[in-house]
Structures are given as C-alpha cells and as structure tokens.
C-alpha cells in the first residue's frame, strides 16, 4: 500500500479539504498512475453535495484523469512506465456479461459496474473508491486508456467523461451529415458534444439560457445558436431534430424539446438531476413517434476510439486550469453555470 495525498468531502455542505488516503499496491494486471491532470464533472458536485443518495463520506472525487504510468504489474502488456494514461468513470465490471462482452460494461447486466469513485472497493485498502483529486491512482490495465502524446493531457482529460458521454449518443443515434442535432446546455458535457457532433459533419443547434455563451457555441462548432428564454427562436425550431442532447443538470420541462423532433426524433437525456423532470406529455411522443432515451458514458473500447479521433482530429476541451486549492470556488461557479467550459484540476498543486 501506498499513501497519496488528496482533497476529499466530509459531508454534504463543507468545502473540500485536504486528505490523505491509501492506494492497493499494484497487483499483476494493475498500473500505479501519477496523476496529472483531473477534470471537474458536474456528477462530482452532485455526489459530494449528497444530491443523489448513497455518497460515502469521506468522498474524492474525480473520474476525468490523465497521468502517467509510474509502475506496473508483471502481467500489464498495454501500458509501459511513463506512458500516459487516462482513466474514466469506471475501474471495474463482471466483465462476462452479455453486455460487458459486447464493450458496453457501463451497462453491465449484473450491475458490478465500479465507479472511480463512491463505490464499494473489494479489492481495498479504502471502504470505497477514490478517484481522481488525488496523486496517484492504481487501475486495472483493461480499464486504463492511451493517450497520445499529441494531446495536451489538460485538454485530453475531459474527453475521459465529457468527451465519451456525448461521443457515444452521437454514434449510436447516427449523427452525421444530414442530421440536424441540439445540444441542450454549454457546459462541460455540451461543449464536447458541439465539437463532437460539428465534427461528425450534423448541423449543429446549441441551445443555451447564457446570451453570452452565445458567440463561443459558434466559434466551438454550432450553426445556430438559439437562446432558450427567445420564446419566438425557440417555437420555430419545432418539428426539425432528429437527435437533442439534454446535458442540463437541473430538471426542467422536456415537452419543449420534444416538440423540436421529427417524426422518429429522439431527444436523449444526459443530464442527471437531484429532483426529476416533470413527466412529458405523452401526445407530444405519440403523434410523430419520438422517443425519449437516456445514455450513460460509454464502453471502455469505445472510449480508445473516441480518444483515437480526437488525437487525429485535435480535439480537446476548452479548459480553465486551476489548483486543488480552488475546487470550492470553481464547484460554485459551476453551480450557477459560469463554466468556459471545464475546470481541469492542475495536480502538481496538491502537495503531500
Ligand atoms: P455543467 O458543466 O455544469 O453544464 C451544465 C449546463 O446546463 C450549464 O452550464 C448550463 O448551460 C445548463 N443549465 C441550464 N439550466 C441550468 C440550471 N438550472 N442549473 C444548472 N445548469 C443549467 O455540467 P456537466 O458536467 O456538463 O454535466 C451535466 C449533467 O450531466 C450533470 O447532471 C451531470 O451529472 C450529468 N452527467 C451525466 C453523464 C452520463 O453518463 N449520462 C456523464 C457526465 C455527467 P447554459 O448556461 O448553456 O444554459
Ligand atoms: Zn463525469
Ligand atoms: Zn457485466
């Protein structure tokens, strides 16, 4: 075992502050990553703020890591030491599932998905998962990612959550040229989808409740930009979508965007809020056989794919860098949607 510095919550409503936990020793399929960079999801603000039931306290988040190898298990053949490394939101899965063979093991049949952080860690030494606002992490190498070196790891490391959450709707739902697709929220999460979706070659709507956000969802990739307290600009996008991405974190009422689909359109909910959205009318579903899904991250092979296409397309994230020692602030900020457009943890900060 090894000890590693880290910023923890110890309850709901106290500011993040210093603690030191322990990392397993590094078993023969494990690397030990010095952790360089970590980026702050809205899901890390919710856990700890107890938004969503069953955070254990003390509680260290971060699931968007990049650093590097340090060491390695005698068994690891995909990683070498001073390689770089990402790891996302999860360490673990059944991994024999029909999903977990399918690379889906975000959907695991068994349920055994084990997050980063805030879940149950039978391979110790904590009671729980600790994750990414630390100085080193130890991960199983089949749920470790490359990370090429043409990418600044600040900007790469958001792609771990942000990045793949919004990569894997896209795909799944066949955003490409001649698909019109919304993105609902220009925050972490929409940032990526717009560069994402501008990228895969779908017209591109960002739908936004900050006017000044509105000049960088164009320079980020959307051919339209519509603000969403514009009553007219938003009723004359009725009928014309065949994908929306709701990333918004707060519950709001969906029949707005529901309204926006075509026929077979599919407005699919990301966002994870702590009360939940009012129920949709079901007409507005009926008439012109929209559906609504959810999507959770994505799959561990899916997410070297999307990792791959950044690095040949360079693509990152717009990232405000800051040390551990701001992390209340930034949470604040995040918290009245003053984001441009992911807080990326700078961890040469964290001192042990
Ligand atoms: P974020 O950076 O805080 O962005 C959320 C954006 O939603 C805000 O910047 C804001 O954009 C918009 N918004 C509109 N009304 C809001 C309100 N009343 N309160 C707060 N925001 C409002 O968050 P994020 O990291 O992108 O995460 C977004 C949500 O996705 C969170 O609930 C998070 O837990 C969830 N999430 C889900 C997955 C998954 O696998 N499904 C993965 C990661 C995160 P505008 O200023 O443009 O309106
Ligand atoms: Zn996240
Ligand atoms: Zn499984």
Same mark, same amino acid.
């Given at each position: 075992m090894s000890k590693a510095a880290a910023f923890a919550a110890f309850d709901p409503t106290s500011p993040l502050a210093p603690f030191q936990l322990e990392r397993r020793e590094p078993g023969a399929h494990d690397v030990l990553i010095d952790i360089l960079y970590c980026g702050v999801c809205h899901s890390d603000l919710h856990t700890v703020r107890g938004e969503w039931s069953g955070t254990i306290y003390p509680c260290v988040p971060g699931h968007e890591i990049v650093g590097r190898v340090s060491k390695i298990g005698a068994e690891v053949t995909g990683f070498a030491v001073g390689a770089l490394a990402g790891v996302g939101c999860m360490v673990d899965s059944c991994r024999t599932c029909e999903s977990c063979e399918l690379g889906l093991e975000q959907y695991c049949d068994r349920g055994q998905?084990?997050?980063?952080?805030?879940?149950?860690?039978?391979?110790?030494?904590?009671?729980?998962?600790?994750?990414?606002?630390?100085? &080193?992490?130890?991960?199983?190498?089949?749920?470790?990612?490359?990370?090429?070196?043409?990418? %600044?790891? @600040?900007?790469?490391?958001?792609? !771990?959550?942000?990045?793949?959450?919004?990569?894997?709707? !896209?795909?799944?739902? *066949?955003?490409?040229?001649?698909?019109?697709?919304?993105?609902?929220?220009?925050?972490?999460?929409?940032?990526?989808?717009?560069?994402?979706?501008? =990228?895969?070659? @779908?017209?591109?709507?960002?739908?936004?409740?900050?006017?000044?956000? $509105?000049?960088? $969802?164009?320079?980020?990739?959307?051919?339209?930009?519509?603000?969403?307290?514009? =009553?007219?600009?938003?009723? @004359?996008? =009725?009928?014309k979508f065949d994908l929306i991405l709701d990333t918004v974190s707060a519950s709001h009422n969906l029949d707005t965007y529901t309204s926006m689909l075509r026929r077979d359109g599919t407005l699919?909910?990301?966002?994870?809020?702590?009360?939940?959205?009012?129920?949709?009318?079901v007409g507005k579903l009926l008439s012109r056989r929209r559906a609504i899904a959810g999507s959770q991250?994505?799959?561990?092979?899916?997410?070297?794919?999307?990792? *791959?296409?950044? =690095?040949?397309?360079?693509?990152?994230?717009?990232?405000?860098?800051? %040390?551990? &020692?701001?992390i209340n602030e930034a949470y604040a900020r995040m918290a009245r949607s003053d984001v441009k457009y992911r807080f990326v943890i700078d961890l040469a900060s964290l001192t042990t």
């Open positions: 998905v084990r997050y980063t952080y805030n879940s149950k860690d039978k391979l110790g030494p904590g009671p729980v998962t600790y994750g990414g606002y630390s100085s &080193q992490i130890v991960v199983d190498e089949a749920f470790c990612l490359r990370i090429s070196d043409k990418l %600044p790891p @600040a900007g790469a490391a958001p792609l !771990l959550c942000a990045g793949i959450t919004m990569w894997s709707p !896209l795909k799944h739902w *066949n955003a490409g040229p001649g698909k019109k697709v919304g993105v609902v929220g220009l925050g972490g999460l929409g940032h990526m989808a717009v560069k994402l979706s501008h =990228a895969f070659g @779908a017209h591109t709507v960002m739908f936004t409740s900050t006017p000044a956000k $509105a000049e960088d $969802a164009r320079r980020l990739g959307a051919d339209e930009v519509v603000i969403t307290s514009d =009553a007219a600009a938003m009723k @004359a996008q =009725a009928g699919t909910l990301v966002g994870i809020p702590e009360v939940p959205h009012p129920s949709p009318g991250i994505g799959g561990i092979a899916e997410t070297q794919e999307m990792l *791959n296409f950044c =690095a040949g397309h360079g693509i990152v994230s717009d990232v405000e860098i800051i %040390p551990i &020692q701001q």
